[in-house]
């Protein structure tokens, strides 16, 4: 009954409607499991193409042909339809079925059955459809028992290992919660009935393996997907997978599932919801000790309760900043969470913490000395780039992340460094991508980032390059990149007509007519710094 929701051949013939007609099964012993999800009477010759597949098919037979090759092929229609039987009612037109229909049936492996007396096609329509509905409601129940355990387990205080071994005692199979990447988050088997190896050597097996997961889900099983609420790779959280190992997965096994998904749903949403509390909770208290809501004398404390447990050694004040498209959507509390599991390996004390609205994600990291501060740095920063990626907060054509690493020192000086390493990571906006920066090495861009609202920095860019950008707007070859590469090499001619792909002469004539722009020398240093400041400063007044 319950192998596609609906009713087998069988239990349709042991109904009143069908026993009263005296039915004979003339081929197709063997195939009376099958399932009737519907029922259809009609008596045209082209009936096969008004079904679906699953009907029982009740015809007095006027519709079959008169001659063999119609009547063979009538049935082969129905056959290659995936009808579940046809029923023939004796009478006028058949007082027994001719050996051509049987033959055809009995080819096609199709349940053929004749009823000797006449019944009323609608009373067994209505009889059958009655319990097809009868057996989903059941069904229903059944799932909606689950459904109430689930949801009990929860409220006495258990979690996602509770819900998915209620759905495996139900099912009497291991399920499974992967993420919606195919990573196994958790594992559940069934307490009673066969276990036919550790559950989580089933999954490894049948879904573990990459080329498993690519090949699609294992023959009979059922996969579910626990909604994430959102749209695109957040509309799924999760997905439940119930493997047939013990036996086989029925239609209530994946209504079970779907309403545990539902559950499952909720809890993780609400675990989001913590996890993303928390790392906020730790992001306020950094930003707090950054701008001096917090001395240095109680911050320790503070930071203990945060679970943060640095020994003696230097405090090392790191910010990643996202860009401003990215910021301040994206799942943070997955962000942290991964972030934090890509530097478990890094094996020092972190305090993470996200900022969602200025995009920003401050951390401290304990060192044990100094010595340690560009090693560290070239772990976390890649533990940081890393936690990005596998949260979906990276985005084509989005501008990179900016990562900014303070100088470690005591608790008064994680709080210094904490708002210059903020601070720093802001200016740094548009500067060619590097794993990290120091922030020691961009004061200047600090600097100017700072006084980028102040009209002087503009008029400064104006008139240290303004002929140049109105000759670039108007004329090609563009004369901006090659300065910038110029000054990039200090000067040096023959690197820059190396990274320009330019012959010497083509670059003398550039820099003559750059010089002649602008009216300055480009052998002069005081031009020379004049110059690089208002490269820099540009990207701050755009």
Request: charged share 20%; hydrophobic share 45%; net charge neutral.
């Amino acid at each position: 009954m319950e192998t596609q929701g609906g009713i087998t051949v069988q239990r349709a013939l042991e109904l009143p409607g069908l026993r009263s007609g005296l039915p004979e099964v003339v081929a197709g012993a063997d195939r009376l499991t099958r399932t009737v999800r519907w029922v259809h009477a009609g008596e045209v010759p082209n009936i096969a193409s008004l079904l679906k597949g699953g009907e029982l098919l009740l015809t007095t037979g006027l519709g079959l042909g008169t001659r063999p090759a119609e009547q063979r092929a009538f049935v082969r229609r129905l056959a290659d339809r995936g009808i579940a039987a046809l029923v023939v009612e004796l009478g006028p037109r058949f007082t027994r079925l001719p050996a051509a229909i049987v033959e055809a049936a009995r080819t096609a492996g199709l349940p053929l059955i004749q009823l000797h007396r006449e019944v009323p096609f609608v009373a067994v329509t209505e009889e059958v459809h009655t319990e097809i509905v009868n057996g989903h409601y059941a069904l229903l129940q059944r799932a909606e028992e689950v459904y109430r355990r689930c949801t009990q387990a929860l409220l006495e205080g258990g979690g996602i290992p509770q819900v998915l071994r209620i759905l495996a005692d139900f099912t009497a199979n291991p399920v499974f919660l992967e993420t919606a990447d195919g990573q196994l988050l958790y594992a559940a088997d069934t307490e009673s009935g066969p276990v036919a190896a550790d559950p989580l050597q089933v999954w490894e097996g049948l879904r573990g393996q990459r080329a498993a997961r690519e090949a699609g889900p294992p023959v009979g099983a059922v996969l579910v997907d626990v909604p994430g609420g959102g749209h695109g790779a957040g509309a799924v959280r999760a997905r439940l997978v119930l493997l047939a190992v013990s036996g086989p997965l029925l239609p209530v096994h994946r209504m079970a599932a779907e309403r545990a998904a539902g559950v499952l749903a909720v809890v993780l949403m609400q675990a989001r919801q913590e996890d993303e509390l928390a790392a906020r909770g730790r992001g306020d208290f950094l930003t707090d000790l950054a701008e001096g809501r917090i001395v240095a004398e109680d911050a320790p404390a503070q930071a203990k309760v945060l679970g943060f447990r640095p020994g003696d050694g230097p405090l090392l004040p790191v910010v990643m900043r996202l860009a401003p498209e990215l910021s301040p959507s994206g799942n943070w509390a997955l962000l942290a969470r991964a972030v934090l599991e890509e530097l478990s390996s890094v094996g020092v004390p972190v305090l993470l913490g996200v900022r969602p609205v200025e995009g920003r994600v401050p951390l401290l990291v304990g060192l044990r000395s100094d010595s340690e501060r560009t090693a560290v740095a070239d772990r976390v920063a890649a533990a940081l780039r890393a936690g990005l990626e596998r949260a979906g907060l990276e985005r084509a054509g989005a501008h990179p992340p900016v990562v900014v690493v303070g100088v470690g020192g005591g608790w008064a000086a994680a709080s210094a460094g904490l708002r210059h390493a903020a601070e720093t990571a802001a200016a740094a906006q548009g500067l060619p991508d590097r794993p990290w920066y120091d922030a020691r090495r961009l004061d200047i861009d600090l600097l100017l980032w700072r006084l980028r609202d102040h009209p002087d920095l503009a008029a400064f860019v104006d008139r240290a390059i303004g002929p140049l950008l109105e000759h670039d707007r108007t004329s090609r070859p563009p004369l901006l990149p090659t300065l910038q590469t110029f000054l990039a090499h200090a000067g040096r001619k023959a690197e820059t007509a190396r990274e320009l792909h330019l012959n010497r002469q083509t670059l003398y004539n550039r820099l003559a007519r750059i010089s002649e722009l602008l009216g300055t020398d480009l052998d002069d240093p005081q031009t020379v710094l004049a110059l690089s400041l208002a490269l820099r400063a540009r990207r701050h007044t755009l």
